[in-house]
């Protein structure tokens, strides 16, 4: 019932910035631990980011002072801001909306959005 759709994506080079957003429709962004995930070609998915519906956020190492997780409630839109980008963070992207304390594998899922960072 929940469905997200991600956009803002595309191709930058590296030290660019990108914001993706993942409108929500059919539940609400404020009431889910919402979060990001990223899959680079031939290998697993991995979390980047959440944030609660306390606004308490965390991130992966890797992004920590690069990436900002944010939503806005009034749009229902969930966001990641991401500066000073490099080639590691090329992959496809990934909001997931979960019941918080339950499995991410367990909420709803976008379709994903590609970036991809240049040298």
């Known amino acids: 019932?929940?469905?997200?759709?991600?956009?803002?994506?595309?191709?930058?080079?590296?030290?660019?910035?990108?914001?993706?957003?993942?409108?929500?429709?059919?539940?609400?962004?404020?009431?889910?631990?919402?979060?990001?995930?990223?899959?680079?070609?031939?290998?697993?998915?991995?979390?980047?980011?959440?944030?609660?519906?306390?606004a308490a956020t965390a991130y992966v190492d890797s992004v920590k002072g690069r990436f900002t997780i944010s939503r806005d409630n009034a749009k229902n839109t969930l966001y990641l801001q991401m500066n000073s980008l490099t080639p590691e963070d090329t992959a496809t992207f990934y909001c997931a909306a979960a019941t918080c304390g339950r499995t991410w594998d367990s909420g709803y899922w976008g379709q994903g959005i590609q970036v991809t960072i240049s040298s």
């Open 1 to 54: 019932q929940v469905q997200l759709v991600e956009s803002g994506g595309g191709s930058v080079q590296a030290g660019g910035s990108l914001r993706l957003s993942c409108a929500a429709s059919g539940g609400s962004v404020s009431s889910y631990c919402m979060g990001w995930f990223r899959q680079a070609p031939g290998k697993q998915r991995t979390w980047v980011s959440f944030i609660r519906p306390d």
